[in-house]
């Protein structure tokens, strides 16, 4: 089956720096997102990574191994915006899109 | 301002109604989606249409039908409502349905089923 995982929650100070862990298994692989997504809104692209290594993007970086079936976020100079929920996302054979849970990010003064 | 619109925000209804959640994109955007988010669940699909006149089944299609007439609108239509459709359904788009293209979303409908 397709699985993606990510940690439920994690909590982190503003002004820190924090790492989202995504782990995949999916029948093909066409590319991985990470989206946010605020409480009660919709996701919102954060990132693109269909090639190993860093994409940095201002205060986001998306790192990828393909051959690991990992990637993560990392969020930089924490601020209490950043506060929401950050889904994993797979592009798979049929183009589709297989999604994690999310994982909840906590920011504390 | 471009993007996409659902209707209604949110919506209780009662179990065997018949339903249907609107979907409409102003960025010319061939191919559109329905979601469902369920809490603790990663967003589930429904359906799909890669272009206009075409359509196809998702993870989870079952009480739930769509069509496609023109580039812009995207219905998603309940037939016979069962209390375990109560979720957040999502609506998105993307250029094209493979490569880097990124989806965007509507801002959600909240449904109950009673």
Redesign the interface.
């Known amino acids: 089956g397709q699985n993606?995982d990510q940690p439920t929650e994690m909590t982190a100070t503003e002004g820190a720096i924090v790492q989202i862990n995504c782990t995949y298994q999916t029948s093909g692989f066409?590319?991985l997102?990470w989206y946010q997504q605020h409480a009660g809104?919709?996701?919102?692209?954060l990132s693109?990574n269909?090639l190993d290594g860093l994409e940095e993007k201002g205060r986001f970086s998306s790192f990828l191994s393909r051959s690991k079936g990992y990637s993560y976020l990392l969020l930089k100079e924490l601020q209490m915006k950043d506060s929401a929920s950050y889904?994993c996302?797979v592009?798979d054979s049929n183009?589709?899109?297989?999604?994690?849970?999310?994982t909840k990010l906590i920011i504390k003064p | 301002i471009a993007g996409i619109t659902q209707a209604p925000t949110s919506q209780i209804l009662a179990a065997g109604r018949r339903m249907t959640l609107r979907c409409t994109q102003d960025m010319r955007h061939n191919a559109m989606y329905w979601y469902r988010q369920d809490l603790g669940l990663g967003l589930r699909l429904i359906h799909y249409s890669n272009t206009a006149g075409t359509t196809g089944k998702g993870e989870v299609p079952d009480g739930y039908s769509v069509s496609r007439a023109n580039t812009d609108d995207f219905p998603l239509t309940l037939a016979s409502a069962v209390p375990s459709q109560t979720s957040v359904y999502f609506c998105a788009s993307s250029e094209v349905s493979g490569g880097a293209y990124e989806q965007y979303f509507g801002p959600g409908t909240r449904l109950t089923v009673t």
Request: proline residues 5%; charged residues 10%.
């Open positions: 993606i066409n590319g997102f809104e919709a996701p919102t692209f693109y269909v889904l996302a592009k183009y589709q899109l297989i999604w994690g849970a999310g």
